[in-house]
């Protein structure tokens, strides 16, 4: 019978014309498929065999596939289900996605984004098989972190765009670079872009790409981010901080998954996962009429919330253990294990810049050894951060000291060698056009 053969595809779309595509382009990818035509032949046909991938039309005669997507997440959470849908509002795409599908495809097919959504559902297959984790990367064994790390192995199983809200610090993008070693594209490029680092100008040409010609200066042609990601993941860090024009395309490009380049008469079609972060609530900004609120409801299909370093304290150890073991090189030679004393203050320390704040002040104990880390001028109490209720006012006390730690460790290792830019960068692993910048913008007066 049709439901035993292995791998076989659930196809279930009222329209014959569109279930006979599919049955055509997934036999040619070695595939059988078995069709229903409702929601009720989909549920029996789901009593007969687990299939290796389920495909289903959003809107069918007797009920929602939405509806079709929970029921099979729930009992077959292995099983990727993907929606169709013909229609031009991303309502439908998102609820399903938030319910658990692994994806979605828009009328009418276009049968190259077809075949790459049925082979990364069948990659999928092999990821779940051979346990793919990319949680490595967050160090601690609180509750938070041992349940955003669950978090993170489920929502990588998808191409869901997902939304990291936190404090600055706190490992936005080690979390992003975890979904995504964690998925289906763990082999494909992880492309990260700060986009309130870009000027204004050039965001679209960062972005999208351009071909020679497009603009003033544009003297070859430029691929952009998006085809630098293509089969990949894209990471949007400080999404807030994106121009409201660029915001209007960049909802068209994860919309519709097509860019056009600057200067070209043609648009192409890119494959790529989303996910933003971002330490401001996008929520407020939404309201404040700063960031449209279509984006943001294309952006956060999924959230996850990176906590705040105060509300795992007792993660320190570890962190301390790791952040020496890979300032030090990997190495155990320049290892310097701090005193159970001084780890112990600083497990009573509620870091206002959270895991950043806590890698500065262990740089500087690696660049000035015989000087205790948590010294005056190092090591605060922030009363202005407990006794804002405002976030704003919150997120300007958290700027400051993150800030002002930095200028610390900058005056520290300057001092340390003689005030020479060279050296200092060279200690850093940074090149001294950006410790110049870092300079100009913390300690102006020490930045020529």
Known sequence: MTQKMSPWVLVIDDEPNIVELLRITLRGMGLEILAAHSLAEAYASLTTG??????????????????????VHTLYPQ????VITAYSSADGAVEAMQAGAFDYMAK???????RRLVTQATHLTQVNAEGHDGTFRLVGDSLVMQQLREDIRKVALSNAPVHIAGETGTGKELAARAIHDSGPRHDKPFVAINCGAIPEGLVESEFFGAEKGAYSGAIQHR???????????????????????????????????VIRPLGADREISVDVRFISATHRDLAEMVKAGTFRQDLSYRLNVVQLNMPPLRERLEDIPQLVAAILQRISGNGTHNLRLLPEATIERLAAYHFPGNVRELENLLERSIALPEKDILEAGSYRSWPALENSSNLREKQTVIAKALGDVEADLLRSILDE????????????????????????HLLPTQGL
């Open 50 to 71: 687990v299939p290796s991938l389920v495909l289903s039309d959003l809107r069918l005669p007797d009920g929602s596939g939405v509806d079709l997507v929970r029921h």
């Open 79 to 82: 099983v990727p289900i993907a």
């Open 108 to 114: 009418p097919i276009e049968l190259a984004r077809l």
């Open 223 to 257: 691929e952009g981010l998006f085809l630098a990601a293509n089969g990949g993941t894209l990471f949007l860090d400080e999404i807030g901080d994106l121009p409201t024009m660029m915001q209007v395309k960049l909802l068209r490009a994860i919309q519709e998954r």
């Open 417 to 440: 060698v003689s005030g020479n830019h060279a050296e200092a960068a060279h200690f850093l692993g940074i090149s001294r056009q950006s410790l110049e910048l870092r300079l100009r």
